[in-house]
């Protein structure tokens, strides 16, 4: 290797980091579309705004493949503009990571209290709406897909604007998405409570979701870490090139 060139060691481990860096960035694109694709019932049943969020993690990850593509092309041609900028975007991006995850962490109660009202106006006003389809359809799919019954337990059902509705199909039965039988056997032993799913939903897919979250938050600490050595690596490789007189 001629002298005017940085140390290869330097270079493979800006081109490892990207690598890394560029499937992260693929990661949480995909993340995004998921959640924007098939979990659209949370944005049903609560005004938070999972939308959004699904929508920034579509953003965020396709920035992360541009910053990702910058820092691999100044890597292999030894751009020095190009590792400066893509050393300033990962100084931004990880500032911007630890100020929006201050503020998820100080808001996490005032989420869960939103979330739990929300959650409990479905059921007892909206579910059976016909303008409220979409709450229907997510309720049900809660329940199904937790086996789950209600707010806190099939109780709450009866409490419901859907269970006592006059004039209707469903007046004074409980939603078939919490049978665990067949809906014939359902509807034969209606007033059994062995009938239905025992579980709550709303525990269930609070659970859920702080899974899913403390998942995340490991993802984002190894994120970080990554950021930090491609934020060394890169500066490393800047000054390097600076020492050797080398801009392109």
Same mark, same amino acid.
């Given at each position: 290797?001629?002298?005017?060139?940085?140390? +290869?060691?330097?270079?493979?481990?800006?081109?490892?980091?990207?690598?890394?860096?560029? $499937?992260?960035?693929?990661?949480?694109?995909?993340?995004?579309?998921?959640?924007? #694709?098939?979990?659209?019932?949370? +944005?049903?049943?609560?005004?938070?705004?999972?939308? &959004?969020?699904?929508?920034?993690? @579509? +953003?965020?990850?396709?920035?992360?493949? #541009? #910053?990702?593509?910058?820092?691999?092309?100044?890597? @292999?041609?030894?751009?020095?503009?190009?590792?400066?900028?893509?050393?300033?975007?990962?100084?931004? @991006?990880?500032?911007?990571?630890?100020?929006?995850?201050?503020?998820?962490?100080? %808001?996490?109660?005032?989420?869960?209290?939103?979330?739990?009202? !929300?959650?409990?106006?479905?059921?007892?006003?909206?579910? *059976? !709406?016909?303008?409220?389809?979409?709450?229907?359809?997510?309720?049900?799919?809660?329940?199904?897909?937790?086996?789950?019954?209600?707010?806190?337990?099939?109780? !709450?059902?009866?409490?419901?604007?859907?269970?006592?509705?006059?004039?209707?199909?469903?007046?004074?039965?409980?939603?078939?998405?919490?049978?665990?039988?067949?809906?014939?056997?359902?509807? %034969?032993?209606?007033?059994?409570?062995? &009938?239905?799913?025992?579980?709550?939903?709303?525990?269930?897919?609070? !659970?859920?979701?702080?899974?899913?979250?403390?998942?995340?938050?490991?993802?984002?600490?190894?994120?970080?870490? #990554?950021?930090? $050595?491609?934020?060394?690596?890169?500066?490393?490789?800047?000054?390097?090139?600076?020492?050797? *007189? &080398?801009? +392109?």
């Amino acid at each position: 290797m001629s002298s005017h060139h940085s140390p +290869a060691v330097i270079r493979y481990a800006m081109f490892f980091f990207n690598l890394i860096f560029f $499937l992260l960035g693929c990661g949480i694109l995909g993340v995004g579309i998921w959640l924007k #694709v098939e979990k659209g019932e949370y +944005a049903q049943v609560s005004s938070f705004n999972f939308v &959004t969020a699904a929508n920034l993690a @579509i +953003a965020a990850g396709a920035i992360i493949l #541009v #910053v990702g593509f910058l820092g691999c092309c100044g890597a @292999i041609k030894e751009i020095r503009p190009m590792l400066l900028m893509f050393f300033i975007l990962l100084v931004l @991006i990880f500032i911007l990571e630890i100020t929006a995850g201050g503020i998820a962490y100080a %808001k996490r109660n005032e989420l869960e209290n939103k979330l739990q009202a !929300d959650f409990n106006e479905s059921i007892s006003l909206r579910y *059976g !709406d016909k303008n409220q389809q979409g709450v229907t359809l997510a309720i049900d799919k809660f329940q199904e897909s937790f086996q789950c019954c209600g707010y806190n337990s099939y109780m !709450d059902w009866q409490w419901s604007r859907y269970y006592h509705e006059k004039g209707t199909s469903h007046t004074g039965t409980i939603p078939k998405s919490c049978c665990r039988l067949s809906l014939s056997e359902c509807k %034969k032993n209606a007033m059994q409570r062995d &009938t239905y799913w025992q579980k709550g939903c709303f525990k269930e897919v609070m !659970d859920f979701l702080k899974d899913n979250l403390l998942l995340i938050g490991i993802v984002g600490i190894v994120f970080a870490l #990554v950021q930090i $050595l491609g934020m060394v690596f890169s500066m490393v490789m800047y000054c390097s090139l600076g020492d050797k *007189g &080398t801009y +392109a």
